[in-house]
């Protein structure tokens, strides 16, 4: 009989400081995001605690008394972590770790111990321990010469080689090992959506903050069967999947990374060749959850991190979702936006459509007449534009068609031939 012992999940206290340009309700939302995170990451959380002050202490981030309380609070409750709500120094860690017993987390780290968590492909992987050791790179603390490797022989006596520049040597080969495999994935996938242009398809890519229900609106339109869960990055690794719009025009569907307000800089590095499927998009769906209250700062983080990508440009259309369970004080934040619940199978159609109408205002709009032994090009029409208009006129022998093509689509040129 094989018994299986249930792993004890880690406990930990979160510790935020909030500065004086920081109001108590943003400070309150940031405080539970990192309750989340740290629900996501498998720990449990013991208590919460936090300082008001003019700025972050430079040796400790909080003050002399809060490291005092903490202390205390550790010996009272012995939790495995004490998780910042901040990036941390090396200094302040090891500041911190000196005066505390147990593990010194900060929130960086805490969202790169997720993605390692959620990582599923090869290329997701790297990136990740990418990330890590970027971020481990500059916070290796050792003691010196005490763990030095002597050497043997005339001009190796002495201190030598310490451990810590040898971990910091590994690191860094490491890193260029990655970086490197990194490089042939990333050609690789240029190759593909090189691929993806010759045989033109329009592309739509979904973003958002991190839960608002990408993943389960990407599920519902594509039938593509990926993870969804109520967790901060449920979804890590991008997928791309045909969706049929109602019109019967074929787009390629992308469901991509949440983003997160304070999301490390290593990470934004690091998954950059992700978020390339956000910058070759010829439109943007942004999924926002109107059911959270932060909602209104979740899009800011999300435009801010569209335009560092420089994709601000492309067409967008918000999609405020889980109008089931809308907050009370919610308002739309602009007009090309439309509110629906993925869960529910006549907002799913309502929403192809509204995407159908914003797409044709970045289509050219053709008006045809085609002659009826023209079965191929009547088929190309129906699967690669929007038609608006079809009928027979028996008369002629022919269709008179009405729609809207992308005028990079290879079929924009040969559609002129036809013009009416």
Avoid: W
């Amino acid at each position: 009989m094989v018994i299986e012992l249930k792993k004890e999940k880690e406990t930990a206290i979160l510790v935020g400081c909030q500065l004086n340009q920081l109001d108590d309700l943003r400070f309150e939302y940031s405080m539970d995001e990192l309750a989340s995170l740290t629900e996501t990451a498998q720990a449990e959380v013991l208590v919460r605690t936090s300082q008001k002050r003019d700025r972050v202490h430079p040796s400790t981030y909080i003050g002399k008394g809060k490291v005092e309380e903490l202390i205390q609070l550790e010996e009272e409750l012995e939790p495995d972590l004490i998780i910042f709500n901040d990036e941390l120094s090396p200094s302040q860690i090891r500041n911190l770790s000196e005066k505390l017993e147990a593990r010194i987390i900060d929130r960086t780290q805490l969202i790169l111990d997720i993605f390692a968590q959620r990582a599923q492909t090869r290329e997701g992987k790297l990136q990740v321990e990418l990330a890590q050791l970027e971020y481990l790179l500059p916070r290796l603390v050792g003691q010196g010469t005490a763990l030095s490797r002597l050497g043997a022989g005339i001009g190796t006596r002495g201190p030598g080689e310490t451990k810590l520049e040898s971990d910091r040597r590994h690191i860094r080969r490491r890193v260029d090992e990655i970086k490197n495999q990194l490089k042939t994935i990333v050609q690789h996938r240029e190759r593909y959506r090189e691929r993806r242009k010759r045989n033109y398809t329009f592309q739509v890519a979904i973003v958002g903050y991190t839960n608002a229900g990408k993943s389960t609106l990407f599920n519902r339109l594509t039938a593509a069967g990926i993870y969804e869960e109520d967790q901060l990055f449920a979804t890590l690794d991008p997928t791309t999947r045909k969706y049929v719009l109602p019109c019967g025009y074929h787009v390629l569907l992308t469901d991509t990374v949440g983003f997160i307000q304070d999301l490390p800089t290593t990470l934004v590095a690091a998954f950059r060749s992700t978020l390339e499927e956000v910058r070759e998009a010829d439109f943007i769906l942004h999924v926002v959850d109107s059911g959270n209250q932060d909602y209104f700062n979740h899009e800011k983080t999300v435009h801010k991190l569209l335009d560092e990508l420089e994709v601000s440009s492309t067409p967008m259309l918000t999609v405020y979702n889980k109008q089931d369970i809308q907050h009370a004080d919610f308002v739309p934040t602009t007009n090309q936006s439309i509110s629906m619940s993925a869960l529910n199978s006549m907002d799913l159609k309502k929403l192809g459509m509204t995407l159908e109408h914003y797409m044709k205002q970045n289509m050219k709009r053709y008006d045809l007449l085609v002659p009826a032994d023209e079965g191929k090009l009547l088929a190309a029409l129906k699967g690669e534009t929007i038609i608006d208009f079809i009928q027979f006129n028996e008369e002629k022998n022919l269709y008179i068609c009405q729609g809207h093509v992308d005028e990079n689509h290879p079929i924009f040129s040969q559609l002129r031939e036809y013009d009416n």
